[in-house]
Each structure stands twice: as structure tokens, then as C-alpha cells.
């Protein structure tokens, strides 16, 4: 039976994958000690891979797919094929930012200050590029962590580092500069894999339902009962993908109304359906939405 090689990122984001691959219909099993996990596909073997090594183990077919930030692939500049976007992160589904850090009584304003300055940082590739785009001659040295307490020590004098909020940043008495780069997670693959139909029909599969569970995220089913008499305004209210679903009751003044709402909208619209006359809301979560 043909397998296709699946890298799940470990660390960080491990966890989340985890959790939006079984979303997906994948049950993904750590092992203890064991960078293998059991996966319930035989059509699917994983491996767990660090983000910063992902492109590289997909780009040379050690892997035919993979996960990892969109930072890293410009870091390693590794030849993968970007098969879709997956905006989600550890604690929320939102992008990532790296951005220029230093203490609050630092001189530094602007990029432009950092001529002649040393920084810190996982992503030197990518910064020493971004800066020498600015025209700015800057030392850029590798950080194998706690980047953060290097400026806070004084022993660089600003960092690059990865945030979601900058509320840890923050609380460390330190500014934000700017931001360098946006970056979400990217489903990847290679040429090779994408030329073998049954891999590429396979990969197809994955980033569909990937993309299908992160969208049921952002979104919730909601039901209600109205009177027929005010359907028409009840439906105006409604945002939906084409139209709501609507059907007569046994009693035919009333009409059932189902649709497909963003998350962010129904805690205003709950109270204005009802006020208009809808009763029986109900909100209930989806597990894919394709």
C-alpha cells in the first residue's frame, strides 16, 4: 500500500496540529519518547519535525508534506510547493508577527537606527536580508533562546522575536519597534510528490479538509423558529454563504430558518432576532465546513 510522509511540527505548534488534524478526521497518536506517532490512515505515515527544519526534509523528499510557518520557508529558503495557507497558532487563529524588540529607554525608533547595532535572534537569515534591503549594516548573531532576556540584560541591543499579542513582550518592559514579517502556518510539499497522482490526490484531501475544519472555527450553525409574518425581516438580518435554509412548521404560521453565521456576529445578533420575534435559538458549534 503506497504512504505518503507527513511532518507534524513539533513544539510550539504540536499541540494545535494535533487537535485541527483530528477535526479533520485524522486521529494523530504521540508515542512517548517516540518521534513517530500513530496516525488512524495506513495511508498516512508522521513524522515530528521542528518547524525550523520542515522545508528542507520536504524540499529533498524525506518528506512528501509538511507543516511549518511561512518564517521558516524564507528562512532556510528551501524549494517547496505551498499548497495553502493555515492561519492558526498555538493559542489562537490568528498570524504570527516577528518583530523588532529592544528596552523601552532605548534610542532605537526605527529600523534605520539599528546601523552599527548588534541583534539577536532564531530568524538570522531572513533579518540580515530584511536589513541589508534597508541599506542597514547591522550584526546579526544567532539566539538559541531566551532571546528576549539578551536586551532586557543589555548584552544585544534589540531582538527579533516571534509574538501573537506582544502582551509577554510588554510585560517584560520592553517596545515594539516594528513588525518585520507576518507568517502563518503553510501546508507544503514538493514537486515530486505533487507529480505522483496518487500522492497529489491524497495531499488534495488533507489541505481540503484542513481548510474545512479551520473554517467551521470561524463560524457557527444557528436555528430558530419565526413567525411567518416577519420572515422576511428576520431573514434580512441573516448573513449566509448564499441563503438561509428555511421550512415550514406543523403549524404553518411558523417557519424553521437554519444558517450559517460568523462567530464574531452572534452575540449582537442573538438579542436582535429575538427582539424581532424569533424564538428557539439555538447556536451550536460545526466541525467542518468545506
Known amino acids: 500500500m503506497p504512504q505518503l510522509k507527513l511532518g507534524i511540527p513539533k513544539g510550539s505548534l504540536e499541540q494545535a496540529t494535533l487537535s485541527l488534524f483530528n477535526q479533520a478526521g485524522w486521529t494523530i497518536s504521540p508515542r512517548s519518547r517516540n518521534y ?15 518547524s525550523q527544519e520542515m522545508a528542507p526534509y520536504v524540499a529533498n523528499g524525506t518528506l512528501d508534506l509538511g507543516l511549518t510557518g511561512h518564517d521558516w520557508i524564507l528562512e532556510t529558503q528551501a524549494e517547496v510547493e505551498e ?4 492561519v492558526y497558532s498555538k493559542n489562537s487563529d490568528q498570524p504570527c508577527r516577528w518583530v523588532l524588540v529592544v528596552r523601552q529607554d ?9 546601523q552599527g547595532k548588534k541583534i539577536s535572534t532564531e530568524l538570522v537569515g531572513f533579518t540580515r536580508r530584511y536589513l541589508a534591503e534597508q541599506g542597514i549594516e547591522a550584526q546579526v548573531e544567532f ?12 548584552l544585544v541591543d534589540a531582538v527579533v522575536e516571534i509574538t501573537e499579542t ?8 520592553l517596545r515594539i519597534v516594528c513588525d518585520l514579517l ?10 515530486a510528490a505533487l507529480a505522483d497522482p496518487w500522492k497529489r490526490e491524497k495531499i488534495g484531501q488533507i489541505a481540503l479538509l484542513l481548510q474545512a475544519a479551520l473554517s467551521a472555527r470561524r ?12 420572515l422576511e425581516e428576520i431573514v434580512g438580518m441573516l448573513p449566509s454563504l448564499h441563503a ?29 432576532l429575538k427582539t424581532a420575534g424569533a424564538e428557539g435559538i439555538l447556536e451550536y458549534e460545526l466541525r467542518k465546513m468545506a
Open 182 to 191: 507576518h507568517t502563518e502556518t503553510r501546508l507544503i510539499t514538493n514537486k
Open 143 to 154: 539566539s538559541w533562546g531566551a532571546t528576549e532576556a539578551k536586551v532586557v540584560e543589555g
Open 244 to 272: 438561509p435554509t428555511v421550512n415550514h412548521l406543523y403549524d404553518r404560521e411558523w417557519l424553521a430558518i437554519e444558517t450559517v453565521v460568523d462567530s464574531q456576529l452572534v452575540r449582537d445578533l442573538i438579542p436582535r
Open 36 to 50: 513517530f506517532p500513530a496516525i488512524s490512515d495506513p495511508e498516512i505515515s508522521c513524522a515530528l519535525v521542528r
Open 219 to 230: 463560524n457557527v450553525a444557528l436555528k430558530m423558529n419565526v413567525p411567518a409574518n416577519r
Open 166 to 173: 506582544g502582551s509577554t513582550i510588554k510585560a517584560h518592559g
Open 83 to 86: 499548497i495553502c495557507e493555515l
Open 106 to 114: 532605548s534610542p532605537i525608533r526605527s529600523i534605520e537606527d539599528l
